[in-house]
């Protein structure tokens, strides 16, 4: 078997074949000439299909042994277009009950207008998910690790589940990528991803994909696609490809890095929780080590991503405290980029999913998502040591407030 490595610089991918260019030239043409009225061009016009956009299309899919993928201009264009493809009215549908805000916002406000039902499930509990299964039931979508508390979902067991039913699975596997985590491999029928984070890597562009070896689905994909007008830009398409070649190395680093970093924050007082997949302590350890193994070339053990979620003692304010002027770590609604980021859910990512939906999972206004990015650790470490004094000073003011009102 090809190594990701090698996979993610040649995969798809040929010389030009009228230039011999090795990096694909962008293709800026809306309108492609035919020879004839038979129909069998390669391209018609760039609301279909684009050269530049199948040579990223082409990558995606041999990095899951799986035809070209499906890409479009953002992740949410994909979600949006994979649902839509596979929903008619009167339809239900089951999801993660820990899940992206703009996943839960589609659900909710959109779909539903059009008479498809929902049910937000723990999938992390196979027994749960089999529950809420019903006759209308179409499809199955988890996003594992979730966003932002990266809960597990055991794949394999919810692609049983899914089987059993006659229903495909989709799987978000945006936070994790074909380097750590293979779905298709586990019984998943659609890999889910915002190429907009790690596949990019360098904030430099949006972009979605959907990868699936199911050839009908597709065909299904790309014909919505076509006439909801969402496809992927010539542009992002060729900057993406730039991304995709140091994808492996890239989050080897960045895994590394966070699993210092998570150590780290475990032994902080002002840190109440933390939940890093790769931590001993995590409630889903086990699962981690089995489900995660992606070891890019000298990874000492499997990696478990790059991104970090911990919860301040001292909720909001503290959290106010510590994201504000940061050296190295950018508070931005985003992640998975060579830059640190952090993010805070209830009031950026999350601000539009129900308080309640929220709290039964866990999104509590301490939360902080930190994605960690390519800088040294230690530089990190004293950036988060200076953001958790603030937080510290915010808490033991207001306990002193506390304490002079009572």
């Keep these: 078997m090809t190594s990701i490595e090698t996979l993610s610089i040649h995969g798809g991918r040929t010389p030009d074949p009228t230039t011999g260019a090795i990096v694909p030239p962008i293709c800026q043409s809306t309108t492609y000439a035919q020879r004839g009225l038979d129909g069998d061009a390669v391209h018609t016009y760039s609301r279909a299909s684009n050269p530049t956009v199948s040579v990223l299309e082409d990558a995606l899919g041999a990095l899951e042994e799986a035809p070209p993928a499906v890409c479009f201009g953002t992740g949410m264009a994909a979600i949006t277009t994979l649902l839509l493809s596979e929903s008619n009215a009167g339809d239900h549908g089951i999801l993660s009950d820990v899940l992206y805000g703009g996943s839960v916002r589609l659900v909710r406000e959109v779909l539903a207008r059009f008479g498809v039902d929902a049910t937000f499930v723990d999938t992390s509990d196979p027994a749960a998910v089999e529950q809420a299964v019903r006759p209308t039931t179409r499809w199955i979508f988890i996003e594992t690790p979730a966003n932002p508390t990266l809960k597990l979902t055991d794949v394999e067991a919810i692609a049983r589940i899914a089987s059993r039913a006659g229903v495909p699975l989709f799987v978000d596997n945006t936070f994790l990528t074909p380097v750590i985590l293979r779905p298709l491999d586990l019984g998943g029928t659609v890999s889910v991803y915002s190429t907009t984070k790690y596949i990019d890597g360098h904030n430099a562009t949006v972009g979605g994909a959907l990868v699936s070896r199911d050839e009908a689905l597709l065909e299904r994909l790309q014909r919505v696609r076509k006439t909801v007008g969402s496809i992927q830009s010539p542009q992002n398409a060729w900057l993406t490809l730039q991304g995709l070649k140091t994808l492996p190395l890239r989050l080897k680093t960045q895994c590394e890095n966070a699993a210092v970093i998570a150590r780290w924050l475990e032994a902080h007082p002002e840190v109440a929780r933390v939940a890093y997949p790769g931590l001993e302590s995590f409630p889903q350890y086990a699962l981690a080590a089995k489900q995660h193994t992606g070891r890019p070339r000298g990874a000492e053990a499997a990696l478990h991503g790059a991104l970090i979620a911990f919860t301040l003692r001292g909720g909001l304010a503290a959290v106010r405290a510590a994201l504000r002027d940061c050296e190295w770590i ?70 002193r407030e506390s304490l002079a009102i009572s």
Excluded: K
């Design 330 to 399: 950018t508070l931005a609604e985003n992640l998975g980029s060579v830059e640190s980021l952090a993010t805070h859910p209830v009031t950026m990512t999350h601000g539009d999913v129900p308080r309640e939906q929220r709290e039964r999972a866990g999104i509590d206004d301490g939360l902080v998502r930190l994605s960690v990015g390519l800088e040294n650790p230690a530089d990190l470490i004293a950036d988060l040591d200076r953001a958790l004094e603030r937080a510290a000073a915010v808490r033991e003011g207001g306990r």
